[in-house]
C-alpha cells in the first residue's frame, strides 16, 4: 500500500530502541508514523538525509533563560533559538529567575511568556523556598511544571533550602522526583574566606569536594527517610558517585557538560572567571570518575547548565563575579566529539540526552525513534568538523566558554513534531514551542 506522510526523512542512519541501522521516517499529524524502507510512500515534504544519524530529539534538562527579571543575559526567544540551533527540541528551565518561580501564578506567566515565543518545547520547574514549602504538593502537579527544584547552597538567585528541617518538609512534600542543587551551604559559608580575591583558580577549594559530598550524602539519607525519588543535578565529584550507587533505587544523576569536558587548573588559567560555575569545575581526577559513571551507566542524564551571564558580570574580580556558562547551543557537539573520542558510544548519547531525560521525569511520547511518539529529531553530520565561535552564539550575552574549540559531530537539522525548525544554521520556521506533558500528571481528558 502506498502511504502518504506529511513529512518523510529519508536514506538516514536512524538511533532506535533496537539498534542503530538504514531507515525511513515517515511523519503525519506530528507524530512518527512509520519507520523502515518507506521508497514507496510519498510525502508532502521530504527531507534528504542520506549519510546523516537521524537521533531521537535533545532534551535539554538544565537550563536558566533568566526570564523574568535578568533580560540582558538571556530570554526565552532568544535562549529557545540558540537550544534549536544547537539540535535541542525540548528544555527544562530552572527557576531562579526574578521574582523566582515559587508559586501558581509564577507557572502561569512563564507559560504565557513561552507561547508563540518559544521555539522548543518546555518545562518549568518550581523553586522550593521555605515559604512555600507546604504548597510543593500542588504546584508540582501544574500543567507544564517539570517537578520541584532544590537549592540546597546558594548560587545564582535567592533560592536556598540549608536547613535540615526545611529539606525534609519539601521532600514531604509532593510525590515526583525532586531535583537539587547539592552543596551544603554551612560549610560554603565558613570557606568563603578561601575565594582568594582576583584568582578563579580558587574556586573549587572555596567550594570543595566535602561541600558536595556531605551535602548529598544528607539529602540521599532524607530522601531515603521520606521514600521520595531524586534527582542530583550536576554532580561534580567522584565521592558523591558512590552515594548515589547505593541509592540507585531511589535517585538518580545528571552529569554536565562542562565537568565532563573541562578540567582544573587549566580551565582557569585559559578562561578565568569564564570557567567559573557552580558547582564548581574540577581536576581531571574527577571528570575521569563522571566519565567512569557514564561508562557503567551510573549517570541517567546530561544536561548543559545554560546559565548565561552578560561580560560585565564575568569580568569583574573573583569572587565578585557571577557563576555560569552558556551551553545550550553547544551540548550536542562537544557531546558528539565525545563520541567520536570514542568516550561513549552514539546510543549512550541518545539514552543520556532523550530517552534518559524521558526515563527519568516521565515525559509523555518524548525521547525515542518509535511509532505513536512525537516526531522530534536531531540530524546530525557525525563527519563534519567546525570551530565553536562567539559570533555564532545566539544567546543574548553573546559568548561561551569554548570559543576556539574544534569539534567532530554537528546539528544539521532540528525537527519538532515534523516540522523543521533549524537546517544548515538557520532557524527556518517560526516559534511553535509547547509545554511539555508528563505522564504523573496528564489530565484525564489527555491520557
Not at 128 to 144: D, H, K, Q, T
Not at 275 to 283: G, K, L, S, T, Y
Amino acid at each position: 500500500m502506498n502511504q502518504a506522510f506529511d513529512l518523510l526523512i529519508r536514506g538516514g542512519i536512524c538511533v532506535t530502541p533496537s539498534g542503530v541501522a538504514a531507515a525511513d521516517v515517515g511523519i503525519k499529524e506530528g507524530r512518527i508514523a512509520a519507520i523502515g524502507a518507506l521508497s514507496q510512500a510519498s510525502a508532502a515534504e521530504v527531507f534528504e538525509a542520506r549519510g546523516l544519524h537521524v537521533l531521537p530529539g535533545i532534551i535539554d534538562t538544565h537550563v536558566h533563560f533568566r526570564e523574568p527579571g535578568n533580560l540582558e543575559k538571556e530570554d526565552m526567544e532568544t535562549g529557545s533559538r540558540a537550544a534549536v540551533l544547537g539540535g535541542v527540541t525540548a528544555v527544562f528551565d530552572m527557576p531562579n529567575t526574578n521574582p523566582a518561580t515559587t508559586t501558581r501564578l509564577h507557572v502561569e506567566d512563564k507559560l504565557k511568556r513561552a507561547a508563540a515565543r518559544m521555539y522548543c518545547d518546555h518545562a518549568f520547574y518550581v523553586g522550593a523556598s521555605p515559604e512555600n514549602i507546604g504548597a510543593l504538593s500542588e504546584l508540582e502537579r501544574l500543567p507544564g511544571v517539570a517537578g520541584v527544584k532544590a537549592f540546597l547552597g546558594s548560587s545564582t538567585g535567592s533560592l536556598l533550602l540549608d536547613k535540615e528541617e526545611m529539606i525534609l518538609a519539601a521532600l514531604k512534600s509532593g510525590r515526583r522526583r525532586m531535583a537539587v542543587h547539592s552543596e551544603d551551604e554551612a560549610r560554603l559559608r565558613a570557606r568563603a574566606k578561601l575565594a582568594m580575591p582576583g584568582d578563579p583558580r580558587t574556586h573549587p577549594v572555596w567550594r570543595d569536594v566535602e561541600t558536595a559530598r556531605i551535602s548529598t550524602e544528607r539529602v540521599l539519607r532524607l530522601a531515603r527517610l521520606t521514600g521520595r525519588n531524586l534527582h542530583v543535578l550536576h554532580v561534580t565529584t567522584a565521592e558523591e558517585l558512590p552515594l548515589i550507587a547505593a541509592a540507585r533505587d531511589i535517585a538518580t544523576v545528571e552529569a554536565a557538560v562542562p565537568h565532563l569536558t573541562l578540567a582544573a587548573p587549566e580551565c582557569y588559567e585559559r578562561l578565568g572567571t569564564y570557567a567559573q560555575i557552580n558547582p564548581p569545575i574540577r581536576d581531571g581526577r574527577h571528570r575521569e570518575a563522571l566519565w567512569q559513571g557514564v561508562a557503567e551507566g551510573l549517570i541517567d542524564v546530561v544536561g548543559s547548565d545554560h546559565a548565561p551571564h552578560t561580560r560585565a558580570d564575568k569580568s569583574g574580580i573573583y569572587p565578585q563575579t557571577a557563576s555560569g556558562l552558556t551551553g545550550v547551543q553547544t551540548l550536542a557537539t562537544i557531546m558528539l566529539d565525545h563520541v567520536n573520542a570514542g568516550r561513549m558510544s552514539l546510543e549512550r548519547f541518545a539514552d543520556l540526552t532523550s530517552a534518559g531525560p524521558a526515563r527519568v521525569f516521565g515525559i509523555a511520547a518524548k525521547g525515542r525513534i518509535t511509532k505513536g511518539y512525537d516526531a522530534d529529531f536531531t540530524i546530525v553530520d557525525l563527519g563534519a568538523k567546525r570551530r565553536i565561535e562567539n559570533r555564532w552564539i545566539a544567546s543574548r550575552c553573546g559568548w561561551t566558554p569554548y570559543d576556539g574549540m574544534q569539534t567532530m559531530g554537528w546539528p544539521v537539522a532540528t525537527i519538532l513534531r515534523g516540522r523543521v525548525v533549524m537546517r544548515d544554521d538557520a532557524v527556518v520556521d517560526a516559534p511553535s514551542g509547547q509545554a511539555l506533558r508528563f505522564l504523573e500528571t496528564l489530565a484525564p481528558s489527555a491520557a
